[in-house]
Structures are given as structure tokens and as C-alpha cells.
């Protein structure tokens, strides 16, 4: 990859170019031009072998807090972005550029945003297996990779070469393999499962059963005119004031709602209008004695 453009072309910009690839650089480029213009110092402590640093960010208008070590050149700000990114922050830059340094500490940097994440990353047939991680990788898996880079590389160097070649290493692989076969037992479905996955399969599953939901409206039903009957003769019987009746029914939905009442006497009609005249003829009286 060509190298790309600096901004002030100085040691620790330089490395970073040549360290990260072109799209990381980008970020890592605008993170060093604001460590150069944008920041400065308020303070400074010693704790426990620790630099504490307190960098005012004028475009953020916040203070930042940079822990750094001389000794082992580690480094931490509480921004964060390295813990997000994994590139360096600016205040973290800032601190480097204030002590000297001319590299990029490992440990301020991923290594999968390197120029040479991919170097030593070989393809086998089950994925990409890293080389270089001992620590997640262990050194079988390590060898088998090798070998199977080898076997690519082997196959390019034979295309196009005479049939002897190909036959030859053929009869190679087929003795070494008888060799293996007598001490080595044949792998169970179960056992190439574990080998693809890197881990042991669970032989116990719990499978619990499902949550039942309740939704409006469920769990009723339409009652049927028997279990309407059975219900309505349960109930209490009440007065109906259009029959006059005692049954489970009221005037609203009384089934006789045309029933005729019996007419009244006329010598009722005359007292009844007699006593509201007197109801009347009273309340006048003790309105005027009120006055």
C-alpha cells in the first residue's frame, strides 16, 4: 500500500501511517491534527507510578483525564474512544507528544486495524485460524494451519507440472495416512461437531414449556339457550311494574310490554284534583305569611 499524506510529517504520524491501514489512518490522522491545535493542559499529579494529566478539550469544552505510565507507556483517558475504536484518542496523543515519543506503544492500538492483521492469518477448512494468537488458538490447531498452507501452496507449485509429480506426491499421502489409521479411531458425527465448534456439545437440554399468553376476549364462550334458561331460573324473581308480576324480568324487557292497566273511577279522579287544589291553596298561604 502506498503511504499516505502527513500532516506535519512528524515521528509519531509517520509510524501511525505506517502501522494502520488507510481508512483507521484517516481517523487516526484527525485525532493527532486535534491533539496538535485543540487541546491544553490543567493540571498534573503522581499517583502510584501513574501520570495523571487533565487536558482541556476546546472543542468539546470538557476536561479529560489521561492516566499514563512512563515505564510500561500505558495509557487510558476517560473519553473512551480507544476502549470503543481502538485507535488512540487525542489526549492520549497529546501526552505522547509531550513526553517524546516517537512510536506507538502497543498497547494503544488493535491489532485487527494493522497493515499486518492479515499477515499471518492462514485459510483452512474450517475458516480463518489465526497464527499468531497463542492465546485463543492452541498450538495443534497452530500446526494443522501451517499444514494445510503448505498443501495450497504445494497444489500451485504442481499445476502445470508433469503427471509423475502429482502421482508421487498421491502415493505420499496415502502411506502416511495408512500409518495414521491403525492408532488413530475414526471421529463420530458428535466428535466432528465438538472439532468444528471448538467446544463441548451439551448432551441435557431443558426445553420448558411455553408462556401461554391471554388475549382480550379469550377464554369465553357463546352460552346456549339451555344454560341461558339453567342461569336466568338461579336468579331471584322480582316485581315488574308493567305486569305486575313477580318473574325474572322488569318492565324493560317484560314480555307482555302492552298490558292495559285497569281505568280509574271517576270520584277518584275528582278527589285526587280536590287535594291538589288544597296542596295548593297551602303553599300560597305560607308564601304570603312569609312576606
Known sequence: QSTPQLFRKSALESDGARLFTHAVFEEFQEEYKCST???????FSESNNMELNTVKDALRNRNFIVQYNPGTLESSCTCKLFERRGVPCRHILWIYLGNGLEKIPES?????????ALRDIKSNHKGCVGVGDVDIIDKKRIEMTKLWSEVHETMGVLIGREKE???DLCKLIKEFREKLLPSVPPMTKHQELEE??????????????PKISKNKGSGKRMMSNKAKVV??????KRMCNNCKQMAHHDKRNCPNPFVERPPQNVDDEEEEEEEEEEEEEEENEDDELED
Not at 491545535?37 to 493540571?43: I, P, W
Not at 468444528?196 to 414449556?209: Q, R
Open 165 to 167: 509429480h502429482v502421482e
Open 196 to 209: 468444528l465448534l471448538g467446544c463441548a456439545t451439551n448432551n441435557e437440554i431443558t426445553i420448558l414449556p
Open 108 to 116: 494503544s492500538f488493535a491489532k485487527r486495524w494493522t497493515k499486518d
Open 37 to 43: 491545535n485543540t487541546l491544553t493542559s490543567r493540571g
Open 231 to 236: 342461569a336466568c331460573a338461579s336468579k331471584p
